[in-house]
């Protein structure tokens, strides 16, 4: 299977997938904290979209398409239509939410789907992550997510990612409480700012497909 090659065409798009679990129009403190990236990213002139995942039918499964109703397909199009893909969730259980693993798990997929020029269908893109909760786990949800978009293709820039939460135990939410909203903002605008730059280092510079 063949894709366009991201980086050809003037300006970059970012996808942002809300891996809340929390369906529309329920607030989200994931979402909140997502907004600081998108308001920095648009201000790079990077078309923002994002994707509340609960919000649809994503089957469970490692194919691009799992028939019946599957809604991933569409979602599928956004990422390969995007040079920058964050991924936020929540964290339950210390772990990644079901609906990220969800997301990851169909993203497998293009693990083994190349562009017109051989090179694996996710490279030349960058992702980064963006965590928050009300118990500690927040390295450990990163450094799962970010392990798995390397092993499909993707470039993670110095520190592509920002979290929040007030652990260990229990504690408030996000939107309801301002402590530590300024380092995690100021990471979230950094984060922005990195994806921004090494999205455009390999649009100018792209990587080569494997040797053979």
């Known amino acids: 299977m063949?894709?366009?090659?991201?980086g050809t065409r003037f300006g970059m798009k970012a996808l942002v997938i809300n891996c809340t679990l929390k369906p529309s129009p329920a607030p989200s403190n994931t979402e909140a904290l997502a907004d600081v990236v998108v308001a920095e990213l648009r201000k790079s002139d990077v078309d923002v979209e994002v994707v509340r995942a609960v919000d649809h039918d994503i089957r469970p499964g490692v194919e691009d398409d799992m028939g019946d109703g599957d809604e991933w397909p569409a979602i599928r199009a956004k990422v390969l239509d995007s040079e920058i893909?964050?991924?936020?969730?929540?964290t339950w259980v210390g772990k990644p939410s079901s609906v990220a693993q969800r997301v990851i798990e169909r993203m497998d997929a293009l693990i083994s789907q190349t562009d017109d020029e051989g090179r694996p269908v996710a490279y030349n893109r960058v992702a980064g992550v963006v965590n928050t909760g009300n118990e500690d786990g927040a390295h450990h949800v990163i450094t799962e997510i970010c392990g798995a978009l390397v092993d499909i293709g993707y470039t993670i820039?110095?520190?592509?990612?920002?979290?929040?939460?007030?652990?260990?135990?229990?504690?408030?939410?996000?939107?309801?409480?301002q402590r530590g909203h300024d380092w995690s903002d100021k990471?979230?605008?950094?984060m922005a700012?990195?994806?921004?730059?090494?999205?455009?280092a390999l649009a100018a510079n792209p990587l080569g497909p494997p040797p053979s």
């Open 2 to 6: 063949t894709h366009a090659a991201p």
């Open 193 to 200: 700012a990195n994806l921004v730059t090494v999205a455009r």
């Open 187 to 190: 990471t979230g605008r950094a």
């Open 157 to 177: 820039p110095a520190q592509a990612w920002t979290y929040w939460h007030l652990g260990p135990g229990a504690g408030p939410n996000y939107l309801d409480d």
């Open 85 to 90: 893909l964050v991924i936020a969730t929540p």
